[in-house]
């Protein structure tokens, strides 16, 4: 995620606890510099901490009228209440996961005896039904039916233009179709087209130039549907186009069987307002997303995948919803994105997804994004513990199942709200840098199931908040580990809980299974260095750091609790020993940054959890 909102405002904040500000008073100046940046940031609701004033809840907003309501965020949020929202917003949008596909959709066959054939032969075609128009190699089909497709079209389009109720069946057997400067099909009128690839054929699809637009609407796309479309079958299909899109759909697209190859300019698989895939094929290549719902500039259109073999290789996002994005099953494989898998709200609840992104793994936020770009939509703030910049309500990231594979040059997982996890397998490559994190989140995160191995820089690092009730810890290392290494966790016995080998250099490492209980002894091992600990409480913390979620302990270079003695450079609160600006936990002693360690942990001083310190 990018940093530039937040490094506007450090500045502010590092002389706020300077002059010996309370924390309190300190979340209510960051409050205000959210409001200064209501245009750039993600929502319009007026970020505070949990100390509320009421100055904060009687401030007017623009209209002229007080709203409490939207004056602070909320810093603390189980899990189930993320399923909640989550819920309700699938509530609102009427989306039922139980009714995503109708028979028809999921059939992919259709009655020959019925069906009218079309031949298609050079610039020309032929077809003896008085519902098809052919006419300088546009072929126009009229009116509600099953129509077979076959031969090539080396010049030319396949219109739908039927009644506003008319259901149309374009089946492919065998097709080819070239036009130079428009859609090879243009779904212009009907309630819904349907197109069907014949059980062992192959066919393909290109538009070889810049579209040339002759009605008022924007076709930019090779298959380009004003009406829901559908593709099923079991044959393939190969997309091309160098200017425009692969397949749009102006309402809902609907994918439930066949082979696709898409190479486009923009993005692969578009639907306005959902694009669902029940199962199917996909090679997607492309300069923009794969998959991508919604309009930019509203959050309604949402990506529901529950089978399906997709491969994903591009130069922005591999999946984005401008709304909710919902994994049920599936096997996801993104070898190249910006940013792999985004939305308002992320909800995965099984499937196999494998992501390489440049920059963020996972993100959850508000708005639109665009590769490189310091957009002021999906790709906020840094995640500060509950007083991110961009922190957003409405966003969240659950994770309830599936096996989950991130290697991710920005945060690995990021929320600009809340991120939960209540189940399934999360193993996170973050960065091998200190200006992102493994985990990054703006509100908060909880675990309650499942296992998760987070590892990057410990310059940003974030574990899970006492909303969780399964154990976990973040531990930051002194050294940088080399790729490669095998990150090990044991017992008291030296039983190992659980090992796992990450293939980029890191120095933080957050870890949680179920196999981790409270009041027992830990030892996490990586290359020569090691940190043993005991779970006190659910969440444990130590070692060097950036930004922790409330109870982090941090010892060398972060921002901590007031009170600590530091002599390199971190900022405290007025009494603590200082010559070096670090904030540190109180009664810390710090020369360079490392406590000395009482009771067998090879950082953290007094094995305190994260429910003490400080978050910023």
Known sequence: MRKNKYMRHIAGIRECLAIGLTAAMCMAMLAGCSTSQSTSSTSDTEVTSDVSTETDADKEIPNGSADAENTSVKTEMTVEEMQAAIDEAMSDAAIDITDMFTKRDLAGNYDESEAVKITLSGKTAACNSSNVQIEDGVVTIKAAGVYVLSGTLTDGTIVVDAGDDDKVQLVLDGVSIMAADYAAIYAKNADKVFVTLAEGAGNSLTVSGDYVQT????????????????????????????????????????????????????????????????????????????????????????????????????????????????????????????????????????????????????????????????????????????????????????????????????????????????????????????????????????????????????????????????????????????????????????????????????????????????????????????????????????????????????????????????DDGNMQRPGGNSDDGNMQRPDGDSDNGQNDSANGSSQNKDNSSSSDSMSI
């Open 215 to 566: 009605d008022d609407n924007n076709v930019d796309a090779v298959i380009f549907a004003k009406c829901d479309l559908t593709l099923n079958g079991t044959g393939s299909l190969t997309v091309k186009d160098n200017t425009g899109h692969g397949i749009v759909s102006k309402d809902d697209l609907v994918v439930t069987g066949g082979t696709y190859t898409i190479y486009s300019q923009d993005h692969c698989l578009n639907g306005k307002d959902s694009v669902r895939i029940a199962d199917g094929t996909f090679n997607l290549s492309c300069d923009e997303d794969g998959i991508h719902a919604g309009n930019d500039d509203q959050q309604d259109g949402y990506v529901y995948i529950e089978g399906g073999d997709i491969n994903i290789s591009v130069g922005d996002d591999a999946i984005h919803a401008e709304g909710l994005l919902i994994i049920t099953g599936g096997d996801i494989d993104v070898s190249k994105s910006c940013e792999g898998v985004e939305g308002d709200k992320i909800l995965v609840t099984g499937g196999d997804i494998d992501v390489i992104s440049s920059d963020d793994g996972f993100n959850a936020a508000g708005g639109s994004s665009g590769s490189g770009d310091n957009h002021d939509g999906f790709g906020g703030g840094p995640g500060m513990g509950g007083v991110d910049m961009d922190a957003d309500n409405d966003a969240y990231i659950l994770i309830t199942g599936g096996t989950i594979n991130i290697n991710a040059n920005g945060d690995g997982i990021d929320s600009n709200g809340c991120i939960g996890i209540t189940g399934g397998s999360v193993y996170v490559l973050g960065p091998s840098d200190n200006g992102n994190g493994a985990m990054d989140y703006g509100i908060c995160a909880a675990i309650t199931g499942g296992e998760i191995v987070a590892v990057g820089g410990s310059g940003m690092a974030q574990g899970f908040g006492d909303e969780s009730t399964q154990c976990s810890a973040l531990v930051n290392f002194d050294e940088w580990v080399d790729a490669g290494e095998t990150i090990t966790l044991t017992d008291s016995d030296g039983k190992e809980v659980l090992s796992y080998k990450a293939d980029k250099k890191f120095n933080s490492v957050v870890i949680s299974t179920s196999d981790m209980k409270q009041g027992d002894n830990y030892t996490l091992t990586v290359g020569d260095q090691n940190s043993t600990f005991t779970l006190d409480d659910i969440t444990y913390s130590e070692g060097s750091g950036g930004m922790q979620r409330p109870g982090g302990n941090l010892d060398n270079g972060g921002m901590q609790r007031p009170g600590g003695n530091s």
